[in-house]
């Protein structure tokens, strides 16, 4: 039988690749595919709760955790974000055409079954933890993103 | 027989990352690969018509379309562009090389029956409407791609 | 038997998405993978040597390589790197945290045999001369790389 897993590397913390990685990790497995999502470096802040979790850091973690968006909600645009502006401005016309938001696109992908991985060595180097990350989630390395691309037909870095 | 089709998901809107996917592109096709290009998000401003075309929008869509370049001759780099100055640069270096630019690209992958998609969602989310972009594309979601990416051996994210 | 080669495109030149690039290679030689790395564009620069190397060029292409970072200990980051603050606080945290650097990543990717081109093409554009480059790359074109990728499993660009 033909492979048709899937997975996604979301390197990004940015508001429109995290758009376009979980639209295309829910239209593939709305098709019946298995998915998996890998959370890696920035695309760590995606997972973010939007509350203030304390955790033991060291002093730069604790600033690079300070100064990262904390969840879907506070993502910024890679291009014309103007502060935030474009960011908003776009969530508004979004919700004018209907077009989901990343919160909802996240629940759905849960309702989905699809599979979110946080890299653990990326969260030692940014200097997030585990209870600043939502539900859900399981935690691994660079070999067990290798075992799932391997059994998976398109494997994408976003 | 092995599959060889080949699909590259134009996300950025950038110069040198829009250069580099029509370089694949046209590599593939020539040898004897079918190619899908799918244009997503900023993508989208590569397939932009050169000229103002008239379109009914919201005003904030009108916003980010007056804000977004207008077609492949007016990218920036993702990089070093200074204002488009970077742009500019690489170009004049490009034609002393005789490397071929974007637009020559872009004609190219024409030639050689390249499909080229527009992402009809992030049309919707960017204000752009099928008059403002160049002829010879078809329109289709995310479904479309899947499709294609699963009947091939390669599929990128640019 | 399954094909479980691997091919990335290392189109960024950014400390972090140049980290992310070695740790997915080293790790896939690391389970026994054929690995191509196939540096283009600002990834180039990952691979320039770290002295001033006297090369004949044009004027544009001088001030290019003038500009851009010679050599992995001396990238940024793709995001909050402040001037070059950013990199040098996630180096410290990677040290402290135990985690390979660039430079030792770049060391083990060589030891195991992983094969590094750097892209002719984007070469002549940037302005980048073979002497500028570490010993031990090939030099290819587009051609090479798809080659590769049709005999590889998963492919990437990053």
Redesign the interface.
Same mark, same amino acid.
């Given at each position: 039988m033909?492979k048709?897993k899937k997975t996604i590397?979301v390197?990004s913390?940015d508001l429109?690749?995290a758009m @376009?990685a979980f639209?295309?990790a829910n239209?593939?497995a709305a /098709?019946g595919?298995e998915v998996t999502m890998f959370f890696? =470096?920035?695309g760590l802040n995606i997972l973010r709760r939007p509350e203030k979790v304390k955790a033991k850091k060291?002093f730069? +973690?604790a &600033?690079?955790g300070a &100064?990262?968006p904390r969840g879907a909600g506070r993502l910024g645009l890679?291009?014309?974000n103007f502060g935030g502006m474009g960011a908003k &401005? /776009?969530k508004?016309? &979004?919700r +004018?055409?209907n077009?989901a938001g990343l919160e909802e696109l996240m629940a759905t992908a849960r309702e989905q079954g699809i599979k979110m991985i946080a890299c653990t /060595?990326s969260m030692?180097?940014m200097?997030i933890t585990r209870e600043e990350l939502v539900d859900g989630l399981e935690y691994a390395?660079?070999?067990t993103?290798?075992a799932e @691309?391997?059994e998976s037909?398109?494997?994408? =870095?976003?």
């Open positions: 033909e048709t590397i390197f913390g429109d690749k @376009a639209v295309i239209g593939a /098709m595919d890696t =470096f920035w060291g730069l +973690q &600033m690079f &100064m990262m890679s291009k014309m &401005m /776009m508004i016309v &979004m +004018q055409k077009v /060595m030692d180097v200097g390395g660079v070999a993103y290798l @691309a391997d037909n398109v494997n994408l =870095f976003i």
